[in-house]
């Protein structure tokens, strides 16, 4: 299988989205590494999450057309699609490496946390790890997407 150059362009300009929206993010995200966030910032740090993970799942979606799988639409399919980037697909191809899987799980469950809460009930403490872990996941996420780019 070979991604055509459509998709190909498609995949790299949401992969430098992500980056241009995290290089955005840093100054706050340097800030909640030294001191504990306020509520307005940890709100903005919420948002910051929220977008993080759903960047990724639209690099995969790309990934799962151009391998022509199909993208899950059931209730579940924030987890179906996650479960799918871990090669747990038709094709068994995988888009990430499982060494990251628990820890891209978390975002995933902060992404449903967030979309169904008000910021009055965010925990800085459960966030944090989130926040300090945030750049190195993305550059193993950024590296695999790369990969995945080059080996097709």
Not at 5 to 14: L, S
Not at 54 to 66: D, M, P, Y
Request: hydrophobic share 40%.
């Amino acid at each position: 299988m070979k991604l055509d150059n459509n998709t190909k362009e498609k995949i790299e300009h949401e992969i430098s989205r992500i980056e241009k929206f995290l290089n955005d993010a840093k100054p706050l995200l340097d800030l909640c590494k030294i001191r504990e966030p306020d509520f307005v910032e940890i709100t903005a740090t919420a948002q910051i999450l929220h977008s993080f993970y759903n960047g990724v799942e639209s690099v995969a979606i790309l990934f799962l057309k151009s391998i022509s799988e199909k993208v899950p639409n059931d209730n579940r399919w924030h987890k179906t699609l996650f479960e799918i980037m871990f090669g747990h697909n038709s094709k068994k191809t995988m888009i990430l490496r499982n060494d990251i899987k628990k820890s891209l799980e978390k975002y995933m469950y902060f992404r449903h946390f967030i979309r169904h809460s008000y910021s009055s009930e965010l925990d800085w403490s459960e966030m944090e790890i989130l926040i300090r872990n945030l750049e190195e996941i993305w550059e193993t996420i950024k590296t695999d997407f790369e990969l995945f780019i080059k080996n097709n």
